[in-house]
Nanobody, 116 residues
Framework: QVQLVESGGGLVQPGGSLRLSCAAS????????MGWYRQAPGQERELVAA???????NYADSVKGRFTISRDNAKSLVYLRMNSLKPEDTAVYYC??????????WGKGTLVTVSS
């Protein structure tokens, strides 16, 4: 069974950068989509960015031009590079993979705090 573990969160000043990583244990077969979601206090979880197994990407309007998602299929890793961070980016960031046979797996999340 696939498990996801996020890392790389922390405290950063406005305008700073962070890179989140998500490591998948187990093999993900076939077409799949790996994504980063975030949930701020009192708000619903929202999609930040997603990338297919073929490399196509999709971003929330609020992060376009600032965040970059990438993946290393050989190492079962997905990354989220976050630049020009704003206080409103503060949230718990979750990794997710959706694939065949109804696969929909979530990590436990990593906290990103943007504050001076």
């Amino acid at each position: 069974q696939v498990q996801l573990v996020e890392s790389g969160g922390g405290l950063v000043q406005p305008g700073g950068s962070l890179r989140l990583s998500c490591a998948a244990s187990g093999t993900i077969y076939g077409y799949n989509i790996m994504g980063w979601y975030r949930q701020a206090p009192g708000q619903e979880r929202e999609l930040v960015a997603a990338i297919t197994s073929g490399g196509s990407t999709n971003y929330a309007d609020s992060v376009k031009g600032r965040f970059t998602i990438s993946r290393d299929n050989a190492k079962s890793l997905v990354y989220l590079r976050m630049n020009s961070l704003k206080p409103e980016d503060t949230a718990v960031y979750y990794c997710n993979v959706k694939g065949g046979h109804g696969m929909d797996v979530w990590g436990k999340g990593t906290l990103v705090t943007v504050s001076s």
